[in-house]
Nanobody, 134 residues
Framework: QLQLVESGGGLVQPGGSLRLSCAASGFTLDYYAVGWFRQAPGKEREVVSCISSSGGSTGYADSGKGRFTISRDNAKNTVYLQMNSLKPEDTAVYYC???????????????????????????WGQGTQVTVSS
């Protein structure tokens, strides 16, 4: 079964850290750019961060610059999002999605263009809840 599976979400106090993982099964992520997205209740899904297939290019939404770091380990077929200095406004369901190398969507992901069009991505994970609260 071809799928992405997120993990690492949970409840954390303001100022805390979490590391999210996005693992692919049934296919290799080597040829895919991968983005992290989030959606809070009543809000549209937004790009958080994106990484190119090679890992040579990354992009961050203003909300996460300086606090979040995206990385990938193609040997483990996994992309990570390290989130530090978390704030209550970071509370959301976090999703990862993959788009094949060469797609124009890659640039949209890397630049954080909105709106996020789910159909432009080849695979989506099921989401993991992140709650930042004291």
């Amino acid at each position: 079964q071809l799928q992405l599976v997120e993990s690492g979400g949970g409840l954390v106090q303001p100022g805390g850290s979490l590391r999210l993982s996005c693992a692919a099964s049934g296919f290799t992520l080597d040829y895919y750019a991968v983005g992290w997205f989030r959606q809070a209740p009543g809000k549209e899904r937004e790009v958080v961060s994106c990484i190119s297939s090679s890992g040579g290019s990354t992009g961050y939404a203003d909300s996460g610059k300086g606090r979040f770091t995206i990385s990938r380990d193609n040997a483990k077929n996994t992309v990570y999002l390290q989130m530090n200095s978390l704030k209550p406004e970071d509370t959301a369901v976090y999703y990862c999605a993959a788009v094949l190398l060469g797609s124009t969507t890659t640039n949209k992901c890397l630049t954080g263009a909105s709106p996020v069009v789910a159909d432009e991505y080849d695979y989506w994970g099921q989401g993991t809840q992140v709650t930042v609260s004291s």
